[in-house]
């Protein structure tokens, strides 16, 4: 039986979790403390608060403000 591996922002999820020690509900809930509602002010935040990559940052973001749009 195959499995499905993730794509869109989540394929990133495993590895952010592993580099910065959260998992990526702690940034999700993270970022919706920030009150920032557009997605380059909150990459903007997660690179200069936490020194996150712009690549984990993008998608975190994209995930957090879309999340009916991506599987997990």
Known sequence: MATTKPHGPAFY???IEA???R???DWFALLAE???TTQKPMVDH???EYGM???HATA???FHLNPGKWER
């Open 34 to 36: 920030t009150g920032i």
């Open 23 to 25: 998992p990526v509900d």
């Open 60 to 62: 975190l973001a994209g």
């Open 53 to 55: 990559g712009h690549g």
């Open 13 to 15: 999820f495993p590895t």
């Open 19 to 21: 580099k910065y020690g």
């Open 46 to 48: 997660l690179k200069a």
